[in-house]
């Protein structure tokens, strides 16, 4: 049974940082790649970032570039992302996913819950 659990979301101020985290269970998570996306209210979910199974390659949504890092420790099967410069557009349920994609276009396989980021101005 995959799972997926992310903690570190939370309340705070504009230009402030965040960590999340992701654990995984279930699956060879070294085989995988890994993604982050998030979801603001009243509107899709959205792809934020992504990070190859041997973390050599990252990828990343225009409004996460330069401000988020995403990164991954196979030894504890999990993946972070950093948030820094944070804005309340950035405001969302924010889900980890064991990802796929064709070019450009990411999705997930498995996803975890959610954890809420909100950024107030």
């Known amino acids: 049974q995959v799972q997926l659990s992310e903690s570190g979301g939370g309340l705070v101020q504009a230009g402030g940082s965040l960590r999340l985290s992701c654990a995984v269970s279930g699956v060879l998570f070294n085989n995988y790649r890994m993604a982050w996306f998030r979801q603001a209210p009243g509107k899709e979910r959205e792809f934020v970032a992504a990070i190859t199974w041997r973390g050599d390659s990252t990828y990343y949504s225009n409004s996460a570039k330069g401000r988020f890092t995403i990164s991954r420790d196979n030894a504890k099967n999990t993946v972070n992302l950093q948030m820094s410069s944070l804005k309340p557009e950035d405001t969302a349920v924010y889900y980890c996913?064991?990802?796929?994609?064709?070019?450009?276009?990411?999705?997930?396989?498995?996803w975890g819950q959610g954890t809420q980021v909100t950024v107030s101005s």
């Open positions: 996913a064991v990802a796929r994609n064709v070019g450009s276009n990411w999705n997930g396989n498995y």
